[in-house]
């Protein structure tokens, strides 16, 4: 990771992505337990990963490409994928205080429309629009109050 090779994390924009959410160990001390939330708001793609070491490396400087990130396909996929990392990475059931962001992040998550493979769904899967161009699939949705803007 530097400014010379971007990671999606730090430099976003790099990729034509932008965070919708970050949830972080409040008690990390030293270190780093991250799980983030991105968009492609030209696409309406949403993507997902989680990162952890201690101080010496920089958060997600190994995730130098879309590629290193997981795609969520829907909002369940994702709720679920945030709800896994965050039991991971719980100790005698102090989620509530170690990762008090993790429901505002569920919260996000609910207001997200995914973008699978030239269809747009809802974030409960639900498919609303499709066809080959993607931009146009979504305006059609957006026209019919199926997509709001995040």
Wanted: charged share 25%; with cysteine; proline share 4%.
């Amino acid at each position: 990771m530097g400014w010379s090779t971007p990671d999606v994390y730090n430099q976003p924009e790099a990729f034509g992505l932008e965070i919708v959410a970050t949830v972080e160990d409040e008690y990390a001390s030293y270190s780093f337990t991250t799980f983030v939330i991105l968009r492609d708001p030209a696409t309406g793609e949403v993507f997902y990963a989680s990162d952890s070491g201690c101080s010496c490396p920089s958060p997600f400087e190994d995730y130098t490409s879309r590629e290193s990130l997981a795609v969520a396909r829907s909002g369940q996929e994702l709720h679920n994928a945030l709800d896994e990392w965050v039991r991971d990475n719980t100790w005698n059931d102090d989620a509530e205080h170690r990762f008090p962001s993790a429901a505002e992040a569920h919260a996000k998550i609910a207001d997200l429309r995914f973008a699978v493979q030239g269809q747009v769904v809802t974030d409960s899967g639900e498919l609303t629009a499709g066809g080959n161009d993607l931009r146009a699939a979504i305006m059609a949705a957006a026209r019919n109050s199926v997509v709001r803007a995040v």
